[in-house]
T-cell receptor, first 115, second 112 residues
């Protein structure tokens, strides 16, 4: 079975440019999570969706970040404009949330470098 | 106080020994607990989940949960060099919405 798919795997861009990260969750999962990981701050939850609806975006650092989930099989995380401090690895994870079922499965991540 | 706390390590054990990784959490209402393994440059991989007090065993891995003490641990028996990684403890918050709260992770080094 295919796991969570993310693209691109690596992105290098210049400050001020728009960056779009993409995620395809595991088929049948009803929840999707976007994380950011840095050495300094560890793994941080940015936003998560349940049944395509954003539930908690309190982790989104500022208005430059936005996320969408137009359907159950696709989500995007957009940064506009990008800044060097956005450099990190961005992970997407998906889960089937149900009674006593909260396991999240991570994609391979997108390593973003903003110069 | 951080919501989920782990000793960052590194924890160094010889090959074949038992590695013991510990995690404490602050929300007494938390019900679901997870251990993820993350190799350098890779994504977190779920290795254990535990929901009830006591022990849960899966191969060389045993998760232990003590809700009264707000403590969860991971034991790795017969440690192998391939177990060298960062181990992340994660807890479902009291909102029970599926939002995981991660600790900073413990780096394990298994020396041949």
């Amino acid at each position: 079975d295919a796991g969570v798919i993310q693209s691109p795997r690596h992105e290098v861009t210049e400050m001020g440019q728009e960056v779009t990260l993409r995620c395809k969750p595991i088929s049948g999962h009803n929840s999707l999570f976007w994380y950011r990981q840095t050495m300094m701050r560890g793994l941080e939850l940015l936003i998560y969706f349940n049944n395509n609806v954003p539930i908690d975006d309190s982790g989104m650092p500022e208005d430059r970040f936005s996320a969408k989930m137009p359907n159950a099989s696709f989500s995007t995380l957009k940064i506009q404009p990008s800044e060097p401090r956005d450099s990190a690895v961005y992970f997407c994870a998906s889960s089937f949330l149900g009674p006593r079922s909260y396991e999240q499965y991570f994609g391979p991540g997108t390593r973003l470098t903003v110069t | 106080q951080k919501e989920v706390e782990q000793n960052s390590g590194p924890l160094s054990v010889p090959e074949g020994a038992i590695a013991s990784l510990n995690c404490t959490y602050s929300d007494r209402v938390s019900q679901s607990f997870f251990w993820y393994r993350q190799y350098s440059g890779k994504s977190p991989e779920l290795i254990m989940s535990i929901y009830s007090n006591g022990d849960k065993e899966d191969g060389r891995f045993t998760a232990q949960l003590n809700k009264a003490s707000q403590y969860v641990s991971l034991l790795i028996r017969d440690s192998q060099p391939s177990d060298s990684a960062t181990y992340l403890c994660a807890v479902i918050g009291s909102s029970n919405t599926g939002k995981l709260i991660f600790g900073q992770g413990t780096t394990l080094q298994v020396k041949p």
